[in-house]
């Protein structure tokens, strides 16, 4: 009897926070239609991009997950850019552009780095606002995976694999 007292609560708060982690992760299943406009004035329409896989990573110059997590997006850009993969960084709204484009030049990222000067695209993600928050978007445009957080590089090789 003492044993059901505490096994269906734990039972139900399971439940509650595995159908609460689902809704997250299935709110979005396909990617927004979204033009960025990147740190060179380039404009890069997502919906242009399908038939390859893409990189969509949300981070701040002064977060520092996302200057630990850029030398393997670096890595994996490297490594996939050649075989399709395309990747794009969205500076958060509130960090300024000035930090934005110093980053880039000092880190030499070779990806492109879009700015979201009004939230729009943190929005059409599903209002992300953890930084970082890195999305794989399959080549048919669905997103296939989301990350808040540092992601797993191996983890992030492995699902590539199966979209290249």
Not at 36 to 46: D, R, S
Not at 53 to 76: G, M, Q, R, S, Y
Not at 103 to 132: C, S
Request: aromatic share 10%; with cysteine; hydrophobic share 45%.
């Amino acid at each position: 009897m003492k044993a059901n007292k505490f096994f269906i609560p734990l039972l139900i708060t399971g439940l509650l926070i595995t159908s609460l982690l689902t809704w997250q992760i299935t709110s979005i299943t396909h990617a927004p239609n979204a033009v960025f406009t990147t740190v060179t004035g380039q404009k890069i329409e997502l919906s242009n991009l399908q038939g390859s896989p893409v990189i969509i990573t949300f981070w701040a110059t002064d977060c520092a997950n996302c200057i630990k997590e850029i030398p393997h997006l670096i890595e994996l850009y490297q490594q996939y850019h050649p075989l399709g993969l395309f990747h794009i960084a969205i500076a958060m709204y509130y960090d300024p552009p000035s930090h934005v484009v110093e980053m880039t030049k000092a880190r030499q990222i070779p990806y492109h780095v879009a700015l979201d000067l009004k939230a729009e695209h943190a929005k059409a993600f599903g209002q992300v606002q953890l930084t970082p928050t890195t999305f794989l978007i399959s080549p048919k445009g669905n997103i296939v995976m989301q990350k808040t957080g540092i992601f797993d590089l191996n983890n992030m090789k492995q699902a590539l694999q199966l979209l290249l």
